[in-house]
């Protein structure tokens, strides 16, 4: 297969490993490769996965959060596992591989910018397009394109202010597009809700169909995610639902249950472009299927291979310290969860409720963890245990260096 050219902007002495791992992404490779991979190893390494369970179930002990599931996959190797529990509050319900979660800011990489991306592969739009071309409401600056905001080089703010209250989608719109620039464009990083917020309305406006429908038709039906998507209250059982936090705001106290946990996407009616999607492990584990297969899974194609490549090379400007891809990190603050194992060139994300995923092109290895660290209230971050599973899965699958 021959390497695709790496994106310019990867390309000054200082990233050079990054551009060849970018470039030597085996995405999409037939079956008698991918046969070939798996031949090296024969089973998952029983000594990792053994550190894995040691890890959360320390975890558990120590009240850092109340259950999880995780799902590793190489090839036809494949690890699976539940702990603790579902619910804590109101009633105990012990935690199972059917769990659907609120994963939070997966949905920036499993919705919406996969969304962006089909846009563009269909012509109506370019990385190059400034914000305000499609949405004239932003007001920031002339100069923030889609490739900045997907980077999160725009030099908008973090988040919406919550106070004074406000409600709605238009209301969020608004806030979002008179939030002042702290940083010119594309000089510096920072993670921002706000800019998935903006591509959520830049997907809606071009599709001209609300998110939620676009995500089911273009990515969750053709990709068989049949427990995925917004608005989980609608297409399935509360008993199968992660409970999240208690909250007392209007209509009164009350535990959040196919609710968004997020409260910005919450007053947003639980459908924005930064939070708001549930899911399960066995369907994260397909996207990510879908992903290392360049686009395709099952036959069905929903991005194409090209694509896919860009959408996971290093995209920030050269000076820039942190190297994210189209809404995937590569190598940031933000980047622990990939642990000390998977390799160079591997891309991931995690989620404000205890969610994280990576996934590594070279092997086709990954993980997906899915947890309820903020149930039945907010809890101390569990970056460290992001850091502890993706090193065991990692190891358990690519073995140990």
């Known amino acids: 297969m021959t390497a695709p050219t790496p994106h310019p902007l990867a390309c000054d002495p200082d990233r050079r490993a990054w551009c060849l791992a970018a470039a030597a992404w085996p995405l999409g490779t037939p079956a008698a490769a991918s046969a070939d991979r798996q031949d090296r190893r024969e089973t998952l390494d ?3 996965l ?24 190489l090839g036809s190797l494949v690890h699976e596992q539940a702990w603790g529990w ?46 305000r071309k499609i949405v004239p409401e932003f007001q920031s600056h002339d100069e923030v394109s889609l490739m900045q905001l997907l980077t999160h080089t725009s030099g908008l703010p973090a988040g919406l202010p919550l106070s004074p209250t406000w409600k709605g989608r238009e209301a969020a719109l608004q806030l979002a597009c008179t939030r002042a620039l702290t940083h010119a464009p594309g000089t510096f990083f920072r993670y921002s809700d706000v800019n998935f917020i903006l591509l959520g309305e830049v997907v809606q406006r071009v599709a001209a169909k609300p998110l939620e429908v676009l995500a089911q038709e273009r990515l969750f039906s053709p990709l068989n995610m049949r427990d995925s998507g917004f608005l989980p209250l609608q297409r399935v059982s509360e008993s199968r639902l992660v409970p999240t936090e208690w909250v007392t705001e209007e209509p009164g106290l009350r535990m959040l249950r196919g609710e968004v946990h997020d409260p910005t996407a919450r007053r947003m009616a639980g459908v924005a472009g930064h939070a708001g999607l549930f899911s399960t ?20 194609r929903v991005l194409q291979e090209a694509t896919v490549r860009r959408m996971c090379a290093v995209s920030t400007p050269p000076s820039v310290p942190e190297r994210r891809a189209l809404g995937w990190d590569v190598d940031s603050p933000f980047s622990r969860a990939r642990g000390r194992r998977y390799p160079l060139g591997s891309v991931g994300h995690t989620g404000f409720t205890g969610c994280a995923m990576w996934l590594d092109p070279a092997s086709h290895a990954f993980h997906v963890w899915l947890s309820n660290r903020v149930h ?15 090193t065991a899965a990692a190891e358990a699958m690519l073995g140990s260096r």
């Open 46 to 48: 029983p000594q990792a």
């Open 50 to 73: 053994r550190r894995l369970d040691a890890a959360v179930s320390k975890a558990l002990q120590e009240g850092r959060l109340p259950g999880g599931v995780v799902r590793l996959e």
């Open 86 to 131: 579902r619910a804590e509050e109101p009633t105990p319900q012990p935690m199972d591989l059917s769990a659907v979660f609120d994963v939070a800011s997966l949905t920036k990489v499993v919705v919406t910018a996969p969304l962006v991306m089909q846009l563009i592969e269909s012509g109506a739009l370019q990385l190059s397009d400034p914000v």
């Open 281 to 300: 492990v066995a369907d994260l584990s397909r996207f990510a299927r879908m992903v290392l297969g360049g686009g395709e899974l099952d036959g069905v």
């Open 376 to 390: 039945p209230r907010a809890r101390e971050s569990i970056v460290a245990l992001y850091e502890d599973v993706a």
